[in-house]
């Protein structure tokens, strides 16, 4: 049980460390983008390029091209699938069929939350997204469906830096914690079993464990002897029954 204990241990720990990556000042962030295909309406996920992946704790802009179609939209994933930006439709259509009130969407705002170190680096705690829809209509009132077959939308990557809170020293504290009361529940679980064997012991022997032995080695005992009286008793009377010259019955 103790070597589960400390396996569980080890698992904690390296899920604490791997929970969430540190980055250096301007490196790149792993960016993946799910778009509508521009030759078909399936969808496809596909690694950003470089110049469109964030860096770490700088303000950057980049634009993504998408085909001009009802479904088209796209959704962000960074930092190897651990944050994701929810899908946004290209074209926000009206539930209303009499109004021209189709939306087009603009750009998108990334708000990146982290915690940075002394040398610049640091550690990303959460993503959010805020998208901005301009009219889909031309000042000749045109639908840009009619004029266009992609349209670019911006990407604005910010990046707020919270108060640098140790959650990794707390959640070691927590595990340590919990393992320290797994062990005294073990402990007490092991002292209570121990208990129980003991007292069934002892109600065993109180019961006639060993004297039931006896007992029983005492009834075989006397057994033997009758049988052995039995027998040499027949034996002989059979004797004398001959004359007690050697004769048998």
């Not at 000042?25 to 992946?53: C, G, M, V």
């Not at 088209?72 to 009206?94: K, Q, R, T, V």
Request: charged residues 15%.
């Amino acid at each position: 049980m103790i070597q589960h204990l400390l396996l569980l241990f080890l698992v904690l720990i390296t899920l604490s460390s791997s929970s969430s990556s540190s980055y250096h000042p301007k490196e790149p962030i792993h960016l993946s983008i799910t778009t509508t295909s521009f030759y078909s309406s399936s969808y496809a996920t596909t690694d950003a390029l470089r110049s469109q992946t964030p860096l770490f704790g700088i303000t950057s802009k980049t634009t993504i091209s998408l085909p001009l179609l009802l479904k088209s939209g796209l959704s962000l994933s960074l930092d190897h699938g651990l944050y994701n930006i929810p899908w946004y439709n290209l074209i926000s259509s009206s539930s209303s069929s009499d109004e021209k009130d189709d939306q087009l969407l603009k750009s998108i705002v990334v708000q990146i939350l982290c915690t940075k170190t002394s040398v610049g680096g640091g550690e990303i705690h959460n993503v959010m997204s805020y998208p901005l829809y301009i009219s889909a209509y031309t000042a000749e009132k045109e639908h840009v469906l009619q004029h266009a077959d992609h349209a670019d939308v911006d990407v604005t990557y910010v990046w707020v830096e919270e108060v640098d809170l140790d959650t990794r020293g707390g959640f070691v504290i927590m595990m340590v914690v919990t393992v320290l009361v797994c062990c005294f529940v073990f402990w007490g679980a092991c002292a209570a079993a121990e208990g129980e064997e003991e007292q069934e012991y002892k109600e065993s022997s109180s019961d006639g464990g060993s004297g039931g032995y006896y007992a029983e080695t005492d009834d075989c005992m006397s057994l033997n002897a009758d049988m052995y009286q039995g027998a040499y008793g027949r034996t002989s009377t059979a004797y004398r029954r001959g004359g007690g010259g050697g004769k048998w019955d």
